[in-house]
Nanobody
Framework: QLQLVESGGGLVQPGGSLRLSCTAP????????IGWFRQAPGKEPEGVSC????????NYADSVKGRFTISRDNAENTVYLQMNGLKPEDTAIYYC?????????????????????WGRGTQVTVSS
């Protein structure tokens, strides 16, 4: 199984910022596209953003476009999600997951079954 570790979540006021990190203790992220998705209570999971293995291609959900930025540092084996202008509706548990690498990437709403990957996620709460 491929374990991913998400961190950087917390409680922030509306309009605030957080930077989430996704790393893997036992494998190299550079061979995979990485997607961030989130799960809010009572809602369907939502694909937030993704980045190709080289970092040359990114994609965003319309709900976060212009506010969130995904990036990666393959030397540090880490993928980041910079979240600015946070809104209460961004409150959710955020997860990262690997995907097949290609010249593009797709938004994920769960860990793809092909990799047996998992992670505990990181809680983001936006509230005044």
């Amino acid at each position: 199984q491929l374990q991913l570790v998400e961190s950087g979540g917390g409680l922030v006021q509306p309009g605030g910022s957080l930077r989430l990190s996704c790393t893997a203790p036992d494998f190299f992220l550079k061979y995979y596209a990485i997607g961030w998705f989130r799960q809010a209570p009572g809602k369907e999971p939502e694909g937030v953003s993704c980045i190709s293995g080289s970092g040359s291609h990114t994609n965003y959900a319309d709900s976060v476009k212009g506010r969130f930025t995904i990036s990666r540092d393959n030397a540090e084996n880490t993928v980041y999600l910079q979240m600015n202008g946070l809104k209460p509706e961004d409150t959710a548990i955020y997860y990262c997951a690997p995907d097949y690498d290609s010249s593009s990437c797709r938004l994920l709403t769960d860990h793809p079954p092909d990799f047996g990957s998992w992670g505990r996620g990181t809680q983001v709460t936006v509230s005044s």
